[in-house]
């Protein structure tokens, strides 16, 4: 049998302690413990969580896993509107203030549940889109300046925060590529996105995003640098209406569908520079909202075969220190 050397060109290191940054793949012999051990790639998986009071799909939301806000979204059979805010302790939904402009297919961002921001999305009034921004203080939301170009069907997990905001793609035709910038005041025009796109799925920062999936069915996947965006590797099944978590550096796509109507229950994280596919949703979805990290997730919402308030939580996952003889 070959020996480590042999394979890696390297011998084992011998450490007291086990490395601060080690990297995937990584072996080392603890003289401390007296155990082999190494990093490798470890799954995570979803657990259901307590429903939504209020069933709904196209909806966004902003902050971590256990200070979440959502907001918008279409309303299901139980009633409602597309204006619905509740906020997520970790446990339960409560229902707070109502959106001022009800919408759909809008974009969010935000730190967690006392700091948001709504942009885009369809109204319901001719034409459909809207540029209305508004901003989240916890308890109201207040009207603030609106969107450059009026779209919806953006990207349903919001990139940045209250104050510094990504918005990208979206519909109508011109505004596939369109890129703003937002700096807690006004509206910027940016460079455009290289794939014009809907239905997309965004996470990261202001100045460090990350694009991918959209209509048609697209696995494309860009990288946002604050100033231009870059093609980088494929999701490994492409689709529309998903939604993420995380940032560039470690991010997850979850959920959405490919043509004609195939729901899909598919995860998978990202690295920095590819996708693994991770273990599934409990529960196949269209157009639900992203929030969280890619450690610490939440799905919430979307349909079929109606529009439902199903939760999800995703925990664990990503590099992981193992021994041997444990691995």
Not at 74 to 84: E, S
Not at 202 to 212: D, H, K, N, S, V
Not at 230 to 249: F, H, M, P, S, Y
Request: aromatic share 10%; charged share 15%; hydrophobic share 35%.
């Amino acid at each position: 049998m070959a020996a480590y050397k042999e394979i890696k060109g390297i011998n084992i290191q011998k450490l007291s302690a086990d490395p601060p940054a080690p990297i995937e793949g990584q072996v080392w012999y603890n003289t401390t413990s007296g155990a082999l051990k190494g990093l490798k790639f470890a799954a995570g998986a979803w657990a259901t969580a307590n429903l939504m009071n209020n069933e709904r799909k196209n909806l966004t939301g902003a902050g971590p896993q256990t200070a979440s806000v959502v907001f918008g979204g279409v309303p299901g059979p139980a009633g409602g509107g597309n204006a619905l805010t509740e906020t997520y302790n970790g446990t339960n939904w409560t229902e707070v203030n109502d959106l001022n402009t009800g919408r759909e297919g809008h974009g969010g961002a935000g730190a967690d549940n006392t700091s948001a921001l709504a942009f885009g999305g369809e109204d319901g009034s001719p034409p459909g889109s809207t540029g209305a921004t508004e901003s989240w203080n916890g308890t109201n939301w207040t009207e603030v300046n609106d969107l450059t170009n009026a779209r919806g069907q953006f990207a349903l997990a919001g990139c940045g925060t209250q104050t510094a905001a990504l918005a990208f793609g979206g519909y109508p035709i011109p505004s596939f590529e369109f890129t703003e910038s937002w700096n807690g005041t006004n509206w910027t025009e940016v460079n455009d996105l290289n794939t014009g796109r809907y239905r997309l799925a965004g996470i990261g920062t202001q100045t460090a995003a990350l694009a991918f999936g959209g209509v048609p069915d697209s696995a494309s996947t860009e990288l946002w640098n604050g100033t231009n965006w870059t093609i980088v590797n494929d999701l490994n099944t492409g689709r529309k209406e998903l939604a993420g978590a995380g940032d560039t550096t470690a991010g997850l796509a979850f959920g959405g569908d490919i043509f004609p109507n195939v729901y899909k229950a598919e995860t998978e994280s990202w690295n920095g520079t590819n996708w693994t596919e991770e273990n599934d949703l409990n529960t196949a979805r269209v157009a639900p909202a992203g929030t969280g990290t890619a450690t610490a997730a939440l799905c919430s919402g979307g349909f079929p075969p109606f529009t439902t308030g199903a939760t999800e939580e995703f925990t664990g996952g990503g590099p992981t220190t193992v021994s041997f003889g444990d691995a």
